[in-house]
């Protein structure tokens, strides 16, 4: 099973930037589309924001809402990572993110949900607190 890694998480201030990254070894990197997905304690897993493969490469992005204009998502085939980088986090971003290839319901029909993931990385813990 191809194996995608998490890192970059960290703790920081309200307004405060993080970039995380999601990196795999497969050799066929680019033809994967990738979600970022976070769980915060005592909630459910949530779509943050996907991206499509090179075979759909005008397809844009997809944000929640609560990221919108905060967050973008951005990938690197050459360096097999995709990455989230994150400005004016707020102390509602905190949460474990976790990344995972192919999001089933993002591939199918364009929605970013954590639905349908049947693996997950141990993720990367993002702290926002004053």
């Known amino acids: 099973q191809v194996q995608f890694v998490e890192s970059g998480g960290g703790s920081v201030h309200p307004g405060e930037s993080l970039r995380l990254s999601c990196t795999s070894s497969?050799?066929?990197?680019?033809?994967?589309?990738v979600g970022w997905f976070r769980q915060a304690p005592g909630k459910d897993r949530e779509g943050v924001s996907c991206?499509?493969?090179?075979?759909?490469?005008?397809?844009?992005?997809a944000y929640a809402d609560s990221v919108k204009g905060r967050f973008t998502i951005f990938r690197s085939n050459d360096e097999n990572t995709v990455y989230l980088q994150m400005n004016n986090l707020k102390p509602g971003d905190t949460a474990v993110y976790y990344c995972?290839?192919?999001?089933?319901?993002?591939?199918?029909?364009?929605?970013?949900?954590?639905?349908?993931?049947?693996?997950w990385g141990k993720g990367t813990l993002v702290s926002v607190s004053s």
């Open positions: 995972a290839p192919d999001p089933p319901t993002w591939v199918v029909d364009g929605n970013c949900s954590p639905d349908g993931v049947d693996s």
């Open positions: 991206i499509s493969s090179v075979t759909k490469s005008d397809s844009d992005p």
């Open positions: 497969t050799s066929i990197f680019r033809y994967y589309s």
